[in-house]
């Protein structure tokens, strides 16, 4: 019991980081039927800056810890932008074609190369600013670093599903997502629309390598990883679906977390082959709804 | 639809950008002045450095004598495997600066095999036929080396080993009449042996109480196997063998396992982030395991990212450290001096112990033929390297350096240094 | 894109024949394939030879993969695992040699892509990207892990050459091998590419609904294509299992698999010299990037965005030769001379008192919405029935239970005396119900001609093998087919489009074409959504015109038409729905002048329908 209990709350840390970066992977999705294929390697780029900002800034990691999340943030978001007018923008020719796929892998062999250079190749240290006191949750105990991350998560992905449902913005941004060319037809520009999701999934992606940085600590190459984990919860949630990702999310973490106990080495081999069975079982995820096709 | 795109000038600027930061960045500030010859880069002479151990000009050699490197600098072991090539790199710039062979400098060729084995077998064929390399220093990734050193030994080239603890590699070619393979580093099944020894007898641990937790890439599972094997030699059996994915940052469900198989202490063949994770995750869970391991821990990298707290009192497998000797010094200041950082002295010393010990057999076969290097090398060496590497470090039936268990000692971290462990 | 000099093609010409042009290439290809070790005799380029026929294996049919059919892998890596594990576990364990291996191992791959497919094909996008992924992550964790088993990253050692007799293949001798096991696979691949299988493909991918209303299995074909590409993997990894003595699981990770990828659409996808160009641009860069290791990757990366910048159809997609060279319509179709086309027997022979389709109280519930509600219809043969009412009466939905796209929720269908409702819409158009839509669903990238060739794919007999070796059979097989197209396209005055990519056409004559193609089908029903939808009133005209002459041949037609004077001068019978419901039926007079159908078409029981729906 006691390790069933510790495993939930150890599977919740993990599927908070995926929510937030599946998230980011919706946004784009949702507004223009891409995705950032280096969005790992942003999310990374994002705690590099975070931790560049407390090192420079030199001052209590309680001041500079929240400045560090906030350049790591806007450096996100500047990059996905730049990313979306450079590498999306010019090549992606809809949906069924996958021109943006070659041009966005580029951009994660050109960042990830970026990193080693302008950073380090080595697993570099992020300062832990609430300590390392385990806080005790009955028989379980998760790192402080741990509780901040599934709060902020559960903060980030309400304000974004507030703004969503709530905003005239995020009207705009459902009508695009919807159906692009009616959207445009009522005066919604997707250009801007694209610019301002690939914004936001960065700003999202560099968040979640903020909060992650405490506790995994940062590499250049831990991107990958990140983006698949991330990439899964968003489609097992059926991608068009946030709160589903929010769901699927956090039960791949305590999947992740409980199959490590069940089986061990054969944890990511169990997980990948129940993950296509669901799918092709539930080939719209978790939530999606299976658009009747129109003929 | 097609209305020009806004920002057309961001479009440019980004591109730009891009290139600048991959381009630009090919000669990286503070950096020793290099030139470039056929895609290698030399390091020119500076009078002015003195060389980590004492070296003799070598005789003159018809034709250039080039050198071959082959690691992983990119993808997970590009820590080491960038420390190990700083060590190559030390060791021809201090050999090219007392003369290379009879004035003429060695070309070092190094190559990246991006921790794919198809990839290394490519650029062990591109160095051997192409390059024309006298002997190929690095392979600190076993899969990349285990599929390519067929094609150096079918050459007739010798290979010194400078990273990795896999024992096929020196073991494989043991029956041929010439074996090439030679190395230079910490090797796994002797470690064990002494870490187990120690664990029994400076820490009254039972040796059927000893779990093996190893990550499931090949440094984990060769580890978890030699680990296995050197228990057995000892008469005892692993007590849970547990393994974690690499990337992973919660281990414990792993430890309750060990913990409930009645465990006391682990053995852990992980890397520094793992390493790390699994202490943290002991501490969460408050488990009584005692952890000790081997000369992975001593790793900066793993100090930094632990710190002190976390590692205090956990013994490991040493054979070095930075200041045991005053050549071990001089290494890691000219490592500090070249790179501004420490990143892995232990592989920058097998790097450049390694790479010494081919110079110098080379020297002394007065050829870059591969029969007389090894020749050369297997009949002793009166070398005094970095690493403990002794003089007469091969023969014909052996092909380690670093084989012996008196060459290794238990240390631990204090207060940024490794100390020895009582 | 249009190539005016297809259409400027005077009619008719030669007939198929041997393709002197393609055995030019493939005796070139043999011949540059023989030379290369001779001119760069040197193991290392040998090795790197090696590496781009045996990539060039898994691009090819990744390319079939997604480039004709449509479908993304981002696993075929896994395949490739496979092959090379299948192959060499058969060598170790159970000593079977290298030439078992390579006969069975591809054939285990396949059987993977067949059952990966079940999942794969129902999804799409990135629930498809999702599922492709997870297999070759799966396959590589299991390799990884079932350490007993594939020696997981420490690998198998001493994987013996193959032999023949006493002949080992060495470097060399491997060399040759791999190379010319890809060329004969290109060969291969593009006979099918050329043949009824590229152009059904082609056709799944474009559109797969009106692939579907054809006769055409897309689920069938999609796994077809699914195991093909499957097969090539495996087929790659038995030569990835023997080239080099050892093997272990870092061979295989997710990386692979998203470098075949980038191969494919660096060539071009869809193109028949996409992947080699594509394969050896990818091999070639970290060749001449080695030496600045350092840098190699973000230049690559660099690279990369580069040429989708520039060439965003890939290298071969983009540039004119290469795409010429290899394009299905240059190369391979000579159009033949033209068969007169006619209504068959099955179309005009409905026996005389049974109605063609019997529908009765068919419903179709969509959450609350009752589209279609209890509606009989019944056709009697030689007919032209008519189906009006207002916007979202439940005209189309009807057509789609009909023909089998949607599943009724209630009732009864029954085709030429078979109760169809539960059947798929491949299935019903086989039987002999074939339709077209409200907008053309033209397969774009096909030709015209091919067009209605496709709509011959239930008559024609000559299977995958036939096609893949290019038999004389299935040669002249073709050549019928496009000379009976060619008949039915004079039949609707599109003959000298015959060459044209369907896409380039005028909207009107699209949908004459679509027409076109339903007859090549030969159904005994034939329903027409809409048929004078956005043409002009020549257009109209014309369709009434060619609809007034099947009409005279007696074939059934269920028509769908918003224009009134088109159903006055064409039905004899109009069934008038409104809000699901039949409201009323007669003919065209009777039913435009009932005060009820008056009522749905203007909300108000006050002048003429005609008037108001024509507008």
């Given at each position: 019991m006691d390790i069933v209990l510790q495993f939930i709350l150890s599977g919740l840390a993990l599927g908070a980081i995926y929510a937030v970066v599946a998230q980011g992977i919706y946004v784009t999705f949702a507004a223009t039927r891409t995705f950032n294929f280096a969005q790992g390697e942003v999310t990374v780029i994002g705690a590099f800056l975070a931790l560049s900002t407390i090192g420079f800034l030199a001052g209590p990691i309680g001041v500079t810890f929240p400045l560090g999340i906030l350049v790591g943030l806007l450096g996100g978001a500047l990059l996905a932008i730049i990313i979306e007018r450079v590498a999306v923008a010019p090549v992606?020719?809809?949906?069924?074609?996958?021109e943006w796929l070659v041009s966005t892998a580029g951009v994660a062999f050109i960042l990830l190369n970026a990193m080693t250079v302008i950073w380090t190749r080595e697993t570099v240290r992020f300062p832990k600013p609430f300590g390392e006191q385990v806080i005790q949750f009955g028989p379980a105990g998760l790192l402080p670093q741990e509780v901040f991350v599934i709060v902020a998560a559960v903060v980030v992905v309400g304000l974004l599903l507030l703004v969503l449902e709530r905003t005239q913005l995020g009207r705009a941004f459902r009508a695009v997502a919807f159906n692009r060319e009616a959207a445009e037809l009522m005066g919604i520009d997707s250009r801007w629309m694209a610019v301002g999701a690939y914004a936001l999934s960065g700003a999202l992606a560099g968040l979640a390598g903020s909060l992650v940085g405490p506790i995994t600590?940062?590499?250049?190459?831990?991107?990958l990883n990140l983006l698949i984990k991330a990439f899964i919860a968003a489609i097992v949630g059926g991608i068009g679906n946030p709160w589903g990702i929010v769901v699927a999310a956090i039960l791949l973490g305590i999947a992740e977390a409980g199959l490590s106990y069940a089986i061990g080495a054969w944890r990511e081999a169990a997980l990948l082959a129940l993950i296509i069975i669901f799918l092709g079982v539930r080939p719209n995820g978790l939530f999606g709804r299976a658009a009747v096709e129109k003929v | 639809m097609n209305a020009p795109v806004p920002w057309r000038w961001l479009r440019i600027l980004g591109g730009l950008l891009a290139a600048v930061v991959v381009l630009a960045g090919?000669?990286?500030?503070?950096?020793p002045s290099t030139t470039t010859t056929g895609g290698a880069t030399v390091p020119t002479a500076n009078p002015n450095v003195k060389t980590i151990v004492p070296v003799q000009p070598g005789p003159a050699m018809p034709g250039e004598v080039k050198i071959g490197f082959i690691s992983s600098?990119?993808?997970?072991l590009n820590d080491s495997s960038t420390a190990n090539l700083r060590g190559f790199e030390l060791a021809i710039e201090d050999w090219n600066n007392a003369g290379g062979f009879g004035g003429k400098k060695v070309v070092p060729v190094i190559y990246d095999d991006e921790l794919r084995p198809q990839r290394a077998v490519e650029l062990t064929q591109r160095l051997i036929?192409?390059?024309?390399?006298?002997g190929i220093v690095g392979y600190n990734f076993s899969g990349s080396a285990l599929a390519a050193i067929d094609i150096a030994q079918a050459a007739g080239v010798p290979v010194m080993a400078?990273?990795?603890?896999?024992?096929?590699?020196?073991?494989?070619?043991?029956?041929?009449?010439?074996?090439y393979m030679f190395g230079v580093r910490m090797l796994d099944r002797v470690q064990a042996l002494v870490a187990f020894k120690f664990m029994r007898d400076?820490?009254?641990?039972?040796?059927?109480r000893i779990a093996i937790l190893g990550d499931t890439s090949g440094y984990g599972q060769q580890g978890t196997a030699d680990g296995t094997a050197s228990l057995n030699d000892l008469g005892a059996r692993p007590c849970a063998t547990e393994t974690i994915a690499p990337?992973?940052?919660?281990a414990s469900a792993q430890l309750q396992r060990i913990q409930s198989a009645g465990c006391e202490a682990v053995i852990l063949y992980t890397l520094a982030p793992e390493t790390t994770a699994i202490l943290n995750s002991a501490r969460k869970i408050n488990s009584p395991l005692k952890f000790f391991g081997n000369w992975?821990?001593?790793?900066?990298a793993l100090y930094k990212l632990a710190g002190e707290e976390l590692l205090r009192g956990i013994p490991f497998v040493q054979s070095?450290?930075?200041?045991?000797s005053p050549e071990a010094r001089a290494l890691n200041e000219r490592l500090l001096e070249k790179y501004?950082?420490?990143?892995?002295p232990l592989n920058s010393a097998q790097g450049y112990d390694g790479t010494m010990l081919l110079l110098r057999a080379i020297a002394k076969a007065q050829s870059t033929e591969g029969a007389k290097i090894v020749a050369a090398l297997e009949s002793g060496s009166g070398y005094k390297g970095?690493?403990?590497?002794?003089?007469?470090?091969?023969?014909k039936t052996d092909h380690?350096?670093?084989?012996?268990?008196?060459?290794y000692f238990m240390g631990e971290w204090r207060n940024g240094v490794i100390v020895t462990a009582q | 894109m249009a190539k005016p000099a297809w259409s400027e093609r005077t009619l008719p010409l030669p007939i198929f024949q041997v393709d002197w042009a393609a055995l030019l290439r493939f005796v070139l290809a043999a011949i540059v394939i023989v030379l290369l070790p001779m001119v760069f005799d040197n193991n290392y380029y040998i090795t790197i030879f090696q590496g781009i026929a045996v990539t060039y294996l898994v691009v090819l049919g990744l390319n079939l993969l997604?480039?004709?059919?449509?479908i993304a892998s981002f696993g075929q890596a896994g395949f490739v695992a496979i092959g090379a594990y299948v192959s060499v576990l058969l060598g170790k364990n159970?000593?079977?040699?290298f030439w078992v291996g390579l006969l069975v191992a591809p054939l285990v791959a396949a059987l993977a892509g067949a059952l990966l497919a079940i999942p794969a094909i129902r999804s799409r996008g990135p629930f498809l990207v999702m599922i492709t992924t997870a297999f070759g992550l799966v396959v590589w964790q299991v390799a990884s892990t079932?350490?007993?088993?594939?020696?997981?990253?420490?690998g198998i050692s001493a994987i013996p050459r193959p032999t023949i007799g006493d002949f080992r293949f060495d470097t060399r001798a491997f060399y040759y091998l791999v190379a010319f096991t890809a060329l004969l696979a290109h060969a291969l691949v593009s006979n099918l590419i050329g043949s009824r299988w590229g152009r059904t493909l082609i056709a799944v991918r474009d559109a797969p609904t009106a692939a579907a209303s054809l006769g055409i299995s897309v689920v069938r074909w999609k796994v077809g294509a699914f195991v093909l590409s499957a097969y090539l993997a495996g087929l790659a990894g038995v030569f990835t299992g023997y080239r080099n003595p050892f093997l272990n699981?870092?061979?295989?990770?997710?990386g692979e698999s998203l470098n075949y990828l980038l191969a494919a659409v660096l060539g071009?996808?869809?193109?028949?010299y996409g992947p080699i160009v594509g394969t050896i641009v990818l091999s070639a860069l970290p060749q001449v990037l080695a030496p600045i290791h350092e840098y190699q990757q973000g230049i690559r990366g660099v690279l990369l965005v580069l040429v989708m910048l520039l060439l965003p159809r890939g290298i071969a997609g983009s540039i004119g030769a290469f795409r010429d060279l290899g394009s299905r319509l240059a190369g391979r179709l000579h159009v033949p001379r033209a068969t007169p086309w006619s209504p068959t027997r099955q179309q005009t022979?409905?026996?005389?008192?049974?109605?063609i389709l019997d529908a009765q109280r068919v419903s179709r519930v969509f959450g609350g919405l009752?589209?279609?509600?209890e509606v009989d219809l019944r056709i009697a043969p030689r007919t032209i029935h008519g189906l009006i009412g207002p916007n979202g009466s439940g005209k189309s939905t009807l057509v789609n239970v009909v023909t089998g796209f949607y599943l009724p929720s209630g009732g009864t269908v029954v085709l030429l005396g078979r109760s169809i409702e539960r059947l798929p819409a491949h299935t019903i158009a086989k039987l002999g119900a074939v339709r077209t839509f409200q907008t053309p669903q033209l397969f774009?990238?096909?030709s015209v001609i091919e067009n209605v060739m496709v709509g011959f794919h239930t008559r024609l007999r000559r299977g995958f093998l036939h096609h893949l070796f290019r038999t004389s059979a299935a040669v002249e097989e073709e050549r019928q087919a496009a000379a009976r197209a060619l008949g039915l396209l004079e039949y609707f005055g599109l003959a000298d489009r015959?060459?044209?990519?369907?896409?380039?056409?005028p909207y009107g004559l699209q949908k004459l074409l679509e027409i076109a193609r339903c007859l090549a089908v030969g159904p005994a029903l034939l329903i027409l959504d809409?048929?004078?939808?956005?043409?002009n009133p020549g257009e109209i005209d014309r369709v009434i015109d060619i609809l007034l002459r099947l009409r005279e041949a007696g074939v059934t037609v269920l028509v769908i038409e918003h224009h009134m004077d088109v159903i006055e001068s064409l039905c004899q019978r109009v069934s008038v729905l409104d809000f699901g419901k039949k409201i009323a039926e007669g003919t065209p007079q009777e039913v435009l002048n009932d005060p009820k159908v008056i009522e749905a078409y203007l909300?108000?029981?006050?002048?003429?329908?005609g008037e108001a729906a024509s507008r």
């Open positions: 992606s020719g809809g949906p069924e074609r996958h600590n940062v590499n250049a190459y831990m991107g | 090919c000669q990286p500030g503070g950096g600098m990119t993808g997970a036929n192409v390059d024309r390399v006298a400078t990273g990795g603890g896999v024992l096929e590699i020196t073991n494989r070619y043991s029956k041929e009449p010439i074996n400076k820490r009254n641990v039972q040796l059927n990337g992973d940052t919660d992975g821990w001593s790793q900066p070095f450290t930075v200041d045991y501004k950082e420490s990143l892995f970095v690493t403990r590497v002794n003089d007469a470090p091969y023969s380690e350096a670093l084989d012996q268990e008196s060459m | 997604m480039g004709y059919t449509g159970f000593g079977q040699s079932w350490a007993p088993v594939t020696g997981g990253p420490m699981s870092d061979s295989f990770v997710v071009g996808l869809g193109t028949v022979d409905g026996q005389a008192e049974q109605p009752r589209a279609v509600d774009r990238d096909l015959a060459l044209a990519p369907a896409g380039s056409l809409e048929p004078a939808g956005g043409m909300g108000a029981p006050t002048g003429g329908v």
